[in-house]
């Protein structure tokens, strides 16, 4: 079976996920991106991601266009907070959406693809406590350059978790599989995000498949 590359595991995340390349046309449009949105990944892929989601922040100021500051900031190495916009349905109704950014690095920065990872908030109570109403770059808290954090910082029971998670367990199935408990995977999972300064398992698990922590098929492996 082949490898599944990072954008295959993007793809099958529960999150509304898209990808751009470097001329900021869609290339990835997952299935939770579908349902979110409401347009088919055939009315979107190859179009500039901002002709699709005519973001705008809450004042009506269109936020989503080609070389907009999110995919500048990214790709010139620095992490991008989670931020709010409110993005158009295909009906031609506002959705407010919490956005995170996942990069998927090349050989040259300008090349990389930009992965933006969606939840919906509610217009009046954004229940994403990260999200930001403006991008804005992400200091490393050990007062670096903004670099992302390393996995070496995690335990090897960390470590080993976030292994399974990259390769497709859910948190029922890592209990079972290394004998623990759901509450404790739940606390694992938790400190893991902690530790890597991060708002979702999403970037976690793309950050993983990077430094190479997983080269598992995406399926969770059964146990031995």
């Known amino acids: 079976m082949r490898r599944p590359d990072l954008l295959d595991v993007l793809a099958n995340s529960a999150d509304g996920v898209f990808a751009v390349a470097p001329d900021d046309r869609i290339i990835l449009w997952n299935d939770a991106a579908e349902r979110l949105l409401g347009f088919a990944r055939s009315e979107v892929l190859g179009r500039p991601c901002g002709d699709v989601l005519l973001g705008e922040n809450a004042r009506g100021e269109k936020t989503c266009f ?3 500051r999110v995919t500048s900031l990214a ?12 993005a158009r349905h295909r009906n031609g109704r506002l959705v407010p ?22 939840r919906p908030l509610e217009a009046d109570a954004p ?3 990260g999200a930001r109403p ?7 808290p050990d007062g670096g350059n903004g ?10 029971r960390e470590r ?24 404790t995977v739940r606390n694992h999972t938790q400190h893991i995000l902690e530790k890597l300064h991060m708002h979702s398992k999403l970037e976690a ?4 498949y990077k430094e190479g922590l997983t080269t598992a098929p995406l399926r969770c492996p059964a146990r031995s």
Do not use: K, W
């Open 97 to 118: 959406l919490s956005v995170g950014i996942v990069v998927v690095p090349a050989q040259r920065p300008e090349l990389s693809t930009i992965v933006h990872y969606l």
């Open 66 to 68: 080609s070389g907009c």
């Open 205 to 208: 698990v793309a950050l993983a």
């Open 147 to 156: 670099d992302a954090p390393s996995l070496t910082i995690l335990s090897p």
């Open 160 to 183: 080993e978790i976030l292994r399974l998670m990259a390769e497709g367990c859910s948190a029922r199935e890592i209990a079972d599989r290394l004998f623990i408990s759901y509450a």
């Open 75 to 86: 790709r010139h190495g620095r992490l991008v907070e989670n931020f709010r916009i409110s």
């Open 127 to 129: 229940d994403d406590p």
């Open 134 to 140: 403006v991008p804005v770059p992400r200091e490393n």
